[in-house]
């Protein structure tokens, strides 16, 4: 072979090599600033729009708001009079031979992502006409925020069961002034007994603070980084240390003590569940472990969804969860709201607060 021939082969290489080059870094660049785009749209995406300002709870659901199309194509938010995600509005007394279950939390109670009827506190009545579920829950609460709306609403209608949901974040929640840069209640003890500050609540924080949280979240170097976490981290179930949950802990056992007592002097009983993240999927974490230590010392019914979730394959798991980029993301699908109201539903009949469907 001549030099030449050579030379002009290792030259053509070159510059395919560099033409390749080129065409990834390209596709990088139009990759990244469609995700950037992705994450501006969400950031914009504001939960409070079914939402308005309340001086006591920081914010609260809408009264009487429809919202087609919310979330995509038939994923609507209405919202009946009494504030409550729902287009039914709910009768004072309970009528006789039903069984009606206040679900309290925050968006994966609401059901963030999917539409009315859709979400597991919907599902949970779906299958016995002899049940109703109201739906309490607002994107954003924490565990505090979640007590005060259940007290100040409560008394207004007759229920017989309180699902009280939470994920691991709403229990720090319960002491933080703010949430994505909106103000909220700070539950304190003194003297032994839940004090309640912050108010009346801040209107409106920086819009700085409200997002910058929410961009990094949503960087796709953020979420590789997670599920490179979930699937090769070996590391054992975080060992509980009191130290770690500092001030929090006893905020929380008393804020379960207070919800326990209010729902009984409503004439209900409580359930405590605990819903898992897509991050929660690994192993327990610190609060999980706390959780399972102090709940059998309040003597309540706490259902662990987390456990219940590690027993499905994590490609099925990641199915439950709405993916980034889309609205309502990394709340339940469709088909997790189906999964969380059916095992939720199989714990509350095996504990005695809900009647088999007949």
């Not at 390749?20 to 749209?41: Q, Y």
């Not at 308005?52 to 709870?57: F, H, N």
């Amino acid at each position: 072979m001549s030099s030449e021939r050579s030379g002009g082969i290792a030259s053509l290489a070159s510059g395919s090599a560099v033409a390749l080059l080129v065409v990834a870094a390209t596709l990088v660049v139009i990759e990244g600033v469609a995700s950037w785009l992705v994450i501006g749209a969400n950031v914009e995406f504001d939960p409070m729009s079914t939402n308005e300002y309340d001086p006591e709870l920081g914010w609260i659901a809408k009264a009487s708001t429809r919202i087609p199309d919310f979330y995509g194509s038939g994923r609507s938010v209405v919202n009946n009079a009494q504030r409550f995600r729902s287009e039914l509005e709910f009768s004072p007394e309970l009528p006789e031979g039903m069984q009606r279950i206040v679900c309290s939390g925050d968006s994966f109670a609401f059901g963030s992502g999917v539409g009315n009827g859709e979400t597991w506190c919907d599902l949970l009545a779906a299958e016995d006409p002899r049940v109703e579920s109201v739906n309490m829950g607002v994107p954003g609460y924490g565990i505090g925020q979640a007590m005060l709306r259940y007290e100040q609403q409560s008394f207004d209608f007759e229920h017989t069961l309180h699902v009280f949901s939470f994920i691991a974040s709403d229990i720090p929640r319960a002491i933080e002034p703010s949430h994505n840069g909106y103000g909220r209640p700070v539950i304190r003890i003194e003297a032994g007994a839940l004090r309640v500050e912050n108010v009346p609540v801040p209107r409106r924080l920086n819009s700085l603070a409200r997002n910058a949280k929410k961009v990094v979240d949503e960087m796709r170097a953020t979420q590789v980084i997670r599920r490179l976490r979930r699937r090769f981290s070996s590391a054992p179930a975080t060992r509980y240390r009191p130290e770690a949950v500092g001030e929090v802990a006893p905020v929380a056992r008393e804020i379960f003590r207070r919800i326990q007592a209010s729902t009984a002097a409503r004439g209900a009983r409580a359930a405590f569940v605990f819903l898992p993240t897509l991050d929660d999927y690994a192993k327990p974490k610190q609060w999980e472990i706390w959780l399972a230590s102090a709940m059998p010392e309040l003597d309540v019914v706490f259902v662990n969804r987390a456990r219940d979730r590690r027993e499905v394959d994590e490609d099925l798991v990641e199915s439950y969860f709405i993916p980034i980029g889309r609205p309502g993301q990394t709340h339940y699908s469709r088909s997790g709201n189906r999964w969380a109201a059916a095992a939720l539903r199989r714990h509350l009949i095996a504990a005695g607060l809900l009647s088999e469907a007949s």
